[in-house]
């Protein structure tokens, strides 16, 4: 199963810059979005059911209260066997989180907050993370293999961003949330992408929309695909897709042998 994971900011103006014509020719068996920024009433009938090499695809949605912000979606050929969200009003309201069951497994895509400029979101950032952790124990707990993917919004190590010092006390690098990370990792989670790529620098998943960055691959690594260490063993490949274009963010992929 082929999974593509993508913050588009915003899925009307990806839309403008040929998402249909990308997804068409890419055709994964899932795709996650991230920062959709729109309800499904706001959209195109094209976005809506997608159809590509040969498969067609239903979706879901989460969106928030308020227009025009955060949301998540999942495209996908093969139908779950439930979709929901996370469960708990603070975070829902924000659309923030899709589960979706399959056979074998239980996906859940993520649009994690941002601890934004002097820490005003922390609390609710690390709330969200305990939450996150909390579910994704429940689910090892009951027998459950998980990939976790989306946008975390944090760089965990050095390696994972051009300019790590210059960024200490920024959000998305803070201690509180690459020590959320460590915790996470410990618990047994796997960063599928460092684990096929361990120490290799220069591979990022956003950039700065300013001149030249993207360009000069002055980046952050802060979109993942994470699995429970008893799910390892069926991810074939864990890659990040830096030459597609329409978003400050490209996509992640990742292929499981189920």
């Known amino acids: 199963m082929r999974i593509i994971t993508w913050n588009v900011n915003?899925?009307?103006?990806?839309e403008k810059h040929?998402?249909?014509?990308?997804?068409?020719?890419?055709?994964?068996?899932?795709?996650?979005?991230n920062e959709t920024k729109a309800e499904p009433g706001q959209l195109s009938p094209k976005l809506l059911e997608l159809e590509a090499g040969g498969k067609c695809y239903k979706s879901w949605w989460a969106c928030a209260k308020k227009k025009g912000y955060s949301g998540a979606a999942i495209y996908s050929a093969v139908p779950p066997l439930e979709v929901r969200f996370m469960g708990k009003d603070e975070f829902d309201d924000e659309g923030r989180t899709l589960i979706a069951e399959f056979d074998?497994?239980?996906?859940?895509?993520?649009?994690?907050?941002?601890?934004?400029?002097?820490?005003r979101r922390l609390d609710y950032k690390l709330a969200y993370c305990a939450a996150m952790l909390r579910l994704c124990n429940s689910l090892v707990k009951n027998g459950r293999r998980f990939l976790l993917c989306g946008d975390y919004n944090i760089a965990h190590t050095p390696i994972d961003l051009a300019r790590p010092k210059q960024n200490e006390g920024?959000?998305?690098?803070?201690?509180?949330?690459r020590a959320w990370m460590d915790k996470f990792t410990k618990a047994g989670y796997v960063d599928t992408f460092r684990h096929f790529h361990p120490g290799e620098a220069g591979h990022y998943s956003w950039w700065s929309y300013r001149p030249g960055v993207r360009e000069r691959n002055i980046g952050w690594?802060?979109?993942?695909?994470?699995v429970?260490?008893?799910?390892?063993?069926k991810v074939k490949y864990s890659i990040i897709r830096p030459?597609?274009?329409?978003?400050?963010?490209?996509?992640?992929?990742?292929?499981?042998d189920i």
């Open 243 to 256: 030459e597609v274009m329409g978003s400050d963010h490209c996509p992640v992929e990742i292929e499981l």
């Open 170 to 177: 920024n959000p998305g690098y803070l201690p509180e949330e």
């Open 104 to 119: 074998g497994f239980t996906l859940i895509t993520a649009y994690f907050p941002n601890s934004q400029d002097a820490g």
């Open 228 to 233: 429970d260490s008893a799910f390892l063993p």
């Open 221 to 226: 690594r802060i979109d993942y695909n994470c």
């Open 18 to 33: 040929g998402f249909l014509g990308w997804f068409a020719k890419e055709a994964p068996d899932v795709l996650c979005l």
């Open 10 to 14: 915003g899925i009307r103006a990806v």
